[in-house]
């Protein structure tokens, strides 16, 4: 008689076909690395959320103090609006970071032109707010560029031509500044018209900032 190992197939380089047995094996490892590759995208969209902050290829273009700051208006007026998610980092050592590790996870809206009435900006410093005011007679403040980096944004809001699930790398109503990283939910529109508008910022920028009448000083209570 022959033993089974006299009738085990060669493989066309000579080498002894693999054992039946192997295969759940072989199956199991080529599972764990399907898993592996499709965890692989989350970690480089996280990855590449800091990495684009530090860049200042979303809104905010240095490291923010971890103060949220409120700003309100009656009435906010845009042309080229975008929004999409973003990460804001904190300077290294920070005493704001808390339990944060340095970052906050923000929204962030790019107006290309934008108009507001009534405008009030205020932080509170610790039992005292430091308070701006501009716009409040017949002139508006005016902006070009103006992004913000928000964790709260509430008003009665209009858009036209609204596109909602883009690709926030693919944004092109509000020019270069509104577009995103790839991969993150955004959308945008050709105008926005906010009444009542109020929100929590981490971040401003803008291109140009008229504020006239302005008004700074401090306060017992923020805007």
């Known amino acids: 008689m022959t033993s089974s190992a006299e009738h085990t197939p060669e493989r066309p380089d000579g080498a002894a076909a693999p054992d039946v047995g192997d295969a ?4 199991g490892r080529v ?4 898993a592996a590759v499709m965890a692989v995208p989350a970690t480089l969209v996280a ?13 905010v273009q240095f490291a923010i103090s971890g103060m949220p700051f409120t700003v309100t208006a009656t009435e906010l007026d845009g042309t080229g609006f975008a929004q999409f998610g973003g990460l804001d980092e904190m300077a290294e050592g ?10 906050v ?7 290309k032109n934008a108009t507001l009435t009534k405008l009030c900006q205020s932080v509170d410093l610790g039992g005292t707010n430091l ?3 501009a716009g409040e007679g017949s002139q508006k403040v005016r902006a070009s560029d ?14 036209t031509n609204i596109e909602i ?10 020019g270069p500044k509104g577009r995103g990283p790839i991969g993150v939910f955004s959308q945008q529109s050709d105008t926005v018209h906010i009444a009542n508008l109020r929100q929590t910022n981490y971040a401003t920028t803008a291109g140009v900032f008229k504020l006239p009448g302005l008004k700074l000083g401090f306060s017992g209570s923020g805007c």
């Open 24 to 27: 759940p094996a072989r199956r």
């Open 31 to 34: 599972r764990a690395r399907r």
């Open 47 to 59: 990855a590449g959320l800091a990495v684009l902050t530090a860049e200042g290829a979303l809104g």
């Open 94 to 103: 920070s005493p704001n970071a808390g339990e944060t590790g340095g970052q």
């Open 105 to 111: 996870l923000v929204v962030t809206s790019v107006i």
């Open 131 to 133: 308070v701006i005011r």
């Open 146 to 159: 103006l992004t913000t980096d928000s964790t709260e944004l509430t008003g009665d809001a209009a858009f």
């Open 165 to 174: 699930g883009n690709d926030a790398s693919t944004l092109n109503k509000a």
